[in-house]
């Protein structure tokens, strides 16, 4: 089933001058024709498990003034520390496949000048005789930078030179305060219509922006700062046998998710358990049917039923198909080189199994 030396070579050949760029940048389009003695190579996949697990995290940032919070603005419950809190929001499981590269083949299509294979670029078979595009794996979203704590640039935009200067943190907490009842009075006076020059329309609504704008920047040196947003982490996990509740991570409260080994987290278990495993394909009367020659292989998965469990409830609980547990089998070459009646062959990318097998446009 496996020619090394075949493979090799065809490969090479294959890299040199069978390969042509398709509409989309994730797939190649090989074709069978005489400078490549019609052979193709592809390896059929390895199933991994895409886990994605979303986590929101709230920083809290402590104001320089907390401590005259109540003393000057009567607000009993200021952020005092900066700390953070994390918590779980959801988990998701996606099974995608990677090519094993134990696992290559070369299927000779002699006679079938014109028969093509769509693959990914890392080699995963997509499709015969048929245009076919790669299923896109959502990516890992960019981690955003923590907010800072508040900078001197942010006091010279909201404090009077009176505060900046001043050495006593008292009193620049009182200057503050002072700030912040002003803001309180011009807003009322523009609201009510009682400012002694009042703008119409755009102009009172920009005023009416830039005052709360202050305020907020002022009322944080007292109360400090909340903001909270969401982090994804991603992470990949090829079955390779049955395992049962196995520590695949940890959350922690206060740091997020954190490894399997560390103790400061609670654990997250995944746990595999096989529920079918793949079987050769028979015939009318029952019995194995033989492997064409030449064979254009294809994957008979089995079945496992994978858990995620957390806190004592499940987060994951399904089925999915996976490419190991089942067996590598083919269809017979003549199927895709027929110039009356060719057909056509999509496979699952995640399993390397049969997605779909028709006839297709006769070849030229």
């Given at each position: 089933?496996?020619?090394?030396?075949?493979?090799?070579?065809?490969?090479?050949?294959?890299?040199?001058?069978?390969?042509?760029?398709?509409?989309?940048?994730?797939?190649?389009?090989?074709?069978?024709?005489?400078?490549?003695?019609?052979?193709?190579?592809?390896?059929?996949?390895?199933?991994?498990?895409?886990?994605?697990?979303?986590?929101?995290?709230?920083?809290?940032?402590?104001?320089?003034?907390?401590?005259?919070?109540?003393?000057?603005?009567?607000?009993?419950?200021?952020?005092t520390e900066d700390s953070q809190l994390w918590k779980l929001k959801s988990v998701?499981?996606?099974?995608?496949?990677?090519?094993?590269?134990?696992?290559?083949?070369?299927?000779?299509?002699?006679?079938?000048?014109?028969?093509?294979?769509?693959?990914?670029?890392?080699?995963?078979?997509?499709?015969?005789?048929?245009?076919?595009?790669?299923?896109?794996?959502?990516?890992?979203?960019?981690?955003?930078?923590?907010?800072?704590?508040?900078?001197?640039?942010?006091?010279?935009?909201?404090?009077?030179?009176?505060?900046?200067?001043?050495?006593?943190?008292?009193?620049?907490?009182?200057?503050?305060?002072?700030?912040?009842?002003?803001?309180?009075?011009?807003?009322?006076?523009?609201?009510?219509?009682?400012?002694?020059?009042?703008?119409?329309?755009?102009?009172?609504?920009?005023?009416?922006?830039?005052?709360?704008?202050?305020?907020?920047?002022?009322?944080?040196?007292?109360?400090?700062?909340?903001?909270?947003?969401?982090?994804?982490?991603?992470?990949?996990?090829?079955?390779?046998?049955?395992?049962?509740?196995?520590?695949?991570f940890r959350i922690s409260k206060y740091d997020g998710v954190v490894k399997s080994?560390?103790?400061?987290?609670?654990?997250?278990?995944?746990?595999?358990?096989?529920?079918?495993?793949?079987?050769?394909?028979?015939?009318?009367?029952?019995?194995?049917?033989?492997?064409?020659?030449?064979?254009?292989?294809?994957?008979?998965?089995?079945?496992?039923?994978?858990?995620?469990?957390?806190?004592?409830?499940?987060?994951?609980?399904?089925?999915?198909?996976?490419?190991?547990?089942?067996?590598?089998?083919?269809?017979?070459?003549?199927?895709?080189?027929?110039?009356?009646?060719?057909?056509?062959?999509?496979?699952?990318?995640?399993?390397?199994?049969?997605?779909?097998?028709?006839?297709?446009?006769?070849?030229?």
């Open positions: 089933m496996r020619h090394k030396s075949l493979i090799q070579s065809a490969v090479a050949l294959l890299m040199l001058c069978g390969v042509t760029a398709a509409s989309a940048q994730q797939t190649q389009k090989f074709t069978a024709a005489k400078h490549n003695e019609y052979g193709l190579v592809y390896s059929l996949p390895t199933t991994h498990f895409r886990i994605e697990v979303e986590m929101e995290k709230t920083v809290y940032k402590a104001g320089p003034y907390y401590q005259y919070a109540q003393r000057y603005l009567s607000v009993n419950n200021p952020v998701s499981i996606t099974p995608y496949g990677v090519p094993d590269e134990e696992n290559r083949y070369l299927i000779q299509l002699k006679g079938g000048n014109g028969v093509f294979l769509m693959m990914t670029e890392d080699g995963l078979p997509l499709s015969i005789n048929r245009e076919a595009v790669e299923e896109n794996i959502p990516k890992r979203p960019a981690k955003k930078k923590d907010e800072t704590s508040l900078t001197a640039e942010d006091l010279v935009m909201v404090l009077p030179g009176e505060l900046l200067v001043s050495e006593s943190t008292a009193k620049r907490a009182q200057i503050a305060a002072q700030e912040i009842y002003k803001i309180r009075e011009s807003r009322t006076a523009f609201a009510t219509g009682e400012a002694d020059q009042m703008p119409d329309g755009e102009a009172l609504k920009l005023i009416m922006s830039q005052l709360d704008e202050q305020e907020r920047a002022l009322m944080a040196l007292f109360c400090g700062r909340e903001r909270t947003e969401t982090i994804t982490k991603v992470f990949d996990y090829c079955p390779t046998e049955e395992v049962d509740r196995e520590v695949l080994d560390n103790l400061g987290g609670d654990p997250v278990y995944i746990s595999v358990a096989i529920t079918q495993q793949g079987e050769l394909p028979v015939d009318e009367k029952g019995e194995v049917k033989k492997l064409p020659k030449n064979a254009v292989m294809y994957n008979i998965p089995g079945k496992a039923r994978v858990t995620l469990r957390y806190g004592g409830k499940n987060l994951v609980d399904k089925e999915m198909d996976v490419s190991q547990f089942g067996i590598d089998f083919g269809l017979d070459p003549s199927l895709f080189t027929n110039k009356k009646s060719p057909s056509y062959l999509l496979f699952y990318p995640e399993t390397g199994a049969i997605k779909e097998i028709g006839t297709a446009t006769p070849l030229q």
